[in-house]
């Protein structure tokens, strides 16, 4: 019977740890980038797939004067799929990149 109480709390442990777990966001993405050819103001669309266990991550930045961006992105999750994408003349183009803690 002590066994089986063991284990149990164990079990409940580790449950309420993993719970405590995927409610922190403990990773940060620096993402920045350059968009050669461009006009300052325009905007690049983000897009950040965590998985399965956390939402994904959509938002837009704009560019500055010198046509770069600087974002930092919290992250709950241990690999992400990062895609950006903006229009340049007339095009949507798009570029992905994984990252993983």
């Known amino acids: 019977m002590r066994t089986t109480l063991r284990h149990l709390g164990l079990a409940t442990a580790t449950a309420l ?9 403990p990773n940060t993405i620096a993402l920045n980038g350059f968009v050669i050819p461009c006009t300052p103001g325009d905007t690049v669309h983000v897009h950040v ?16 004067n010198n046509c770069d961006f ?4 919290p ?11 903006i229009g340049c003349q007339g095009v949507l183009v798009s570029a992905s990149d994984s990252v993983y803690f």
Do not use: K, M, N, R
């Not at 956390?54 to 704009?62: A, K, Y």
């Not at 600087?70 to 992105?73: D, F, M, V």
């Open 17 to 25: 740890f993993a719970t405590a777990t995927f409610a922190q966001q």
């Open 49 to 64: 797939d965590q998985g399965i266990f956390f939402p994904s991550i959509d938002f837009s930045t704009v560019l500055t």
């Open 70 to 73: 600087l974002e930092y992105i």
């Open 75 to 85: 992250v709950g999750s241990s690999y992400d799929q990062v895609t950006i994408s």
